[in-house]
């Protein structure tokens, strides 16, 4: 039905026949409409009609309006979730290009674009979740041409957010210059892949550690199970099993929800590929178990294991880090790919679980009430991520990203 | 320190103690790892799978419709199915040379001509099993046309179908024991058309090297493959 022209709804020119074609996928306006009703949409109307209006709250109002943020708590759910939880969620794009180009894995090829399109949302809106919270966007570029600040590991982090978002665009771009046609920008910017991906990895390294380094900086906020010199290790250790899981999260919701944008080469070989990064991802948790143990023997807390935080801290690690470093062995081992679907699921609760603990819970340690997160800043997180999930099928549906353009076929994809 | 325990837990023997152990019991997690628990080697398997679905000499798989034909569908997800040539039809016509498909996006009708086997040098049309918009078709296959013969429910599928309301094309296709029972009545016809026996053609299990039907009638091989291919000239 592409490009057809329907009776009685002829389009006027060239502009009206291109939105057409490009954004309502070969529909008109009106038939598009039509096709937009549906439970999901619905739904996510809903949150977003309730959602916004709390975002403008809070930009009128302030922080407290919406959050339970003190000088004591300063991180609310818009830093736990939005930075600390979604990027490295976000590992993805620097994991499955390294995979590819670096180490020459190229049966993964099929995942690396889809990989690029998840880290390149999550970090867009790991901003957009950083402007709520930080209030006064229009202040957004000062780290980068003002006032640079650099004694803050913040300014490491904006400049790295700025940089790296700007590299997963550039290695996203071939699927966007596909989708609009563009062939002569397309052959550059495929030049420029290898070095676009050296630069995200050096890029990732720094500023997934340094996301744990911030703890560093106030060594008896964090509780002591959590807090350790290693900290950085250990938050760039779980950004690789967070990427690698969540690529298996991805591509199962995706072959689950939107099957017909999947190219069906594909089909058989999802499954090895699964297994193939459950592999990966489980020397990685079995690596970052160990830093966790060697973490408590630095700083002597063996001891606190016996606290109701110990508790808390011992259902992190075995619950949701060597008991899904097990799951991944015995579903690569027995070929079981639902198991490994499943564990991948189960590991990316454990990141949110981790990261969640560290940067809002265990950080409020000392006080008599830890403080849960407030209910409108709960609102404004669901309606930032389906933000993001609509934002993801919008692109999915319309360009390259799980199949080959036709007309790009074998040319340096 | 008051004990051993102390002495372990509070000095930095600990560590480097915990970091030898987390190195050796990497070696043996990396072994468990990359050596899966040994199954049969892979065409071992396949084999052993396929003899359960095998009815006289011909692999009749679970889960696929089969056209009368000799096309077979195959639901993948949603509305999406797979289609290709059973393992009667490929045999039967034994190494096939090109394979002529419609272009994606063009739409296929049950019953009506869907593709062109290029065989010897001479063209055999077969029949869609479904109806359905083409979208995809195996580029593999149209490059290497023996992937067919070699594997022609998995690797060999010839392209990918949607079709909102297949469950009316499938109610009128054969599957399960219906359809093992119309293999074995093709089989039979087979040999009242030539009559040859067919067990000691297919005795070896491998592959024919001109097909069942040339080895049987080389003069009138066409005529068979289209008749059972129901694409008969009138």
């Given at each position: 039905?592409?490009?057809?022209i ?10 009206e ?17 039509k096709?937009?009703?549906?439970p ?5 109307a ?15 109002y ?27 969620l976000?590992?993805?794009?620097f ?19 889809p990989?690029i ?12 979740y950083l402007l ?27 400049w ?9 665009f550039?290695?996203?771009?071939p699927?966007?210059c ?8 397309r ?8 070095g ?26 964090l ?8 900290i ?30 999947v ?6 070989s ?14 990685a ?12 023997a630095h700083?002597?807390s ?5 606290t109701?935080?110990?508790?808390w801290?011992?259902l992190?690690?075995?619950g949701?880090?060597?008991l899904?470093?097990?799951?991944f ?21 454990g ?63 | ?30 072994r468990?790892a ?13 084999m052993?799978?396929?003899?359960g ?23 993948e997800?949603?509305d ?8 009667f ?20 009708k ?7 086997l ?12 479904v ?55 093709a ?20 592959p ?5 039907a040339r080895?049987l ?12 291919f129901l694409?008969a000239?009138?």
């Amino acid at each position: 039905m592409k490009g057809e022209i329907l009776e009685g709804v002829r389009p006027q020119n060239p502009i009206e026949l291109w939105i057409n074609e490009k954004i309502f996928m070969g529909m008109t306006l009106s038939e598009y409409g039509k096709k937009l009703f549906t439970p999901f949409h619905i739904v996510s109307a809903i949150l977003i009609i309730i959602g916004v209006p709390l975002i403008i709250l809070r930009y009128v109002y302030g922080l407290g309006a919406v959050t339970h943020a003190s000088h004591d708590q300063p991180f609310g759910l818009f830093l736990g979730w939005g930075l600390f939880t979604g990027v490295p969620l976000s590992a993805t794009g620097f994991l499955m290009a390294t995979a590819v180009y670096l180490f020459g894995l190229k049966e993964y090829k099929p995942l690396v674009r889809p990989a690029i399109l998840t880290g390149f949302v999550g970090y867009a809106f790991a901003v957009i979740y950083l402007l709520i919270d930080l209030g006064r966007p229009w202040r957004l570029p000062y780290p980068m041409f003002y006032s640079f600040g650099p004694g803050s590991v913040l300014f490491l982090v904006a400049w790295h957010v700025a940089l790296y978002l700007s590299v997963q665009f550039l290695e996203f771009s071939p699927a966007i210059c596909e989708w609009l046609e563009t062939k002569k920008l397309r052959a550059w910017v495929l030049r420029i892949t290898i070095g676009a991906t050296i630069f995200g990895v050096i890029l990732s390294t720094l500023h997934q550690s340094a996301l744990g380094a911030l703890f560093l900086l106030a060594p008896g906020k964090l509780h002591p199970l959590w807090y350790t010199p290693y900290i950085p290790v250990l938050f760039f250790v779980s950004a690789i099993f967070a990427g690698l899981s969540m690529v298996i999260v991805e591509s199962t919701l995706v072959y689950r929800f939107l099957m017909d944008k999947v190219d069906p080469k594909n089909y058989e070989s999802i499954d090895q590929l699964t297994l193939g990064l459950g592999k990966a991802a489980s020397f990685a948790l079995f690596t970052y178990f160990c830093l966790k143990v060697l973490g408590v023997a630095h700083g002597h807390s063996w001891h606190l294991l016996s606290t109701s935080w110990g508790t808390w801290f011992l259902l992190e690690i075995f619950g949701f880090v060597l008991l899904p470093c097990f799951f991944f062995l015995a579903g690569v081992r027995h070929q079981n790919v639902s198991l490994v679907r499943f564990t991948a699921f189960l590991t990316v609760i454990g990141i949110v679980f981790n990261r969640l603990t560290v940067s809002l819970w265990a950080s409020s340690w000392r006080f008599p009430e830890v403080e849960i997160f407030h209910g409108k800043e709960l609102t404004i997180v669901l309606t930032v991520i389906t933000i993001e999930i609509l934002v993801y099928r919008w692109v999915v549906n319309r360009m390259p990203v799980h199949r080959e353009d036709p007309k790009f076929l074998g040319d340096g994809h | 320190m008051r004990t051993l325990l102390d002495f372990i837990t509070m000095t930095k023997g600990i560590e480097y103690l915990i970091a030898v152990a987390f190195l050796m019991t990497f070696v043996l997690f990396w072994r468990l790892a990359v050596t899966p628990v040994r199954p049969a080697p892979s065409r071992v398997r396949e084999m052993a799978r396929n003899f359960g679905e095998m009815v006289g000499g011909f692999l009749v798989p679970e889960k696929v419709y089969f056209h009368p034909g000799h096309a077979w569908a195959k639901v993948e997800r949603g509305d999406l199915l797979s289609l290709g040539i059973d393992d009667f039809g490929q045999k039967l016509v034994g190494p096939i040379n090109a394979i002529q498909t419609p272009a994606v996006g063009a739409r296929v009708k049950q019953g009506e001509r869907a593709w062109t086997l290029l065989v010897n040098g001479q063209s055999i049309d077969m029949l869609s099993p479904v109806d359905g918009e083409i979208i995809a078709v195996n580029d593999d296959v149209l490059q290497f046309p023996e992937e067919i013969n070699k594997d022609p429910f998995g690797k060999g599928w010839l392209m990918t179908v949607r079709n909102s309301e297949k469950l009316a094309n499938l109610k009128g296709l054969l599957s399960g024991i219906q359809a093992r029972r119309w293999i074995e009545e093709a089989r039979t016809k087979l040999m009242a058309i030539t009559g040859y026996n067919l067990g000691t053609v297919l005795a070896d299990g491998g592959p024919l090297r001109d097909g069942i039907a040339r080895t049987l009638d080389s003069e009138r091989w066409v005529e068979i493959v289209k008749s059972h291919f129901l694409t008969a000239d009138e």
